[in-house]
């Protein structure tokens, strides 16, 4: 695809949009098989680079090659997939080692955790319970916490440490858990 087309592109073109899918769908279809193995799961991930593609089409580099680009939407859909998969698989498997402490019964220990994490949480200090929120509750970037709070991405960082290092010392390990309910 030349710079043309990615012109196009970025002008919202639908027709050279289509034309893109039907060139490039079966060469992402393959690279996602690469890696998953899995029929339904290549459809639905090849569907989320093209919606990914055309959402991001204004930030398209004319300068650049188009498959450098359109490979590099590819891969960060994949480790995104990558990651909520591990995070469902992580919730699963302590889902299922909490199942078998019987102490307490199920679903009153889920509301009971939930409190207890949004106790801790109204507890921190408020710009850095904001950092918080935005980061694991809303699911904001530290640049985008940087720019929604009007401050610096290393202390956006160091807010998020504190925060989850005084909720992991009051959690212990079941802050992860915490963490997946809310996702």
């Not at 498997?93 to 106790?119: C, F, K, Y």
């Amino acid at each position: 695809m030349g710079m043309p087309d990615i012109l196009q592109l970025q002008l919202g073109n639908a027709a050279a949009f289509e034309a893109v899918y039907r060139e490039y769908h079966t060469r992402v279809y393959a690279f996602m098989w690469r890696y998953t193995r899995d029929a339904e799961i290549c459809e639905e991930l090849v569907q989320e680079v093209f919606v990914k593609l055309w959402s991001s089409r204004k930030s398209l580099n004319p300068g650049l090659a188009f498959t450098t680009q359109l490979f590099q939407v590819a891969k960060t859909v994949f480790i995104d997939y990558h990651r909520r998969d591990s995070r469902r698989i992580r919730y699963i498997n302590m889902t299922e080692t909490l199942a078998e402490d019987a102490v307490i019964q199920p679903g009153v220990r889920d509301i009971a955790l939930m409190r207890q994490l949004s106790t801790l949480i109204d507890t921190l200090p408020p710009i850095r319970r904001e950092v918080f929120l935005l980061g694991k509750i809303q699911g904001l970037s530290y640049p985008e916490i940087a720019r929604e709070l009007s401050i610096s991405p290393k202390t956006v960082e160091g807010h998020m440490s504190k925060a989850l290092k005084f909720l992991r010392h009051r959690l212990g390990g079941l802050l992860h858990l915490c963490l997946l309910w809310l996702w």
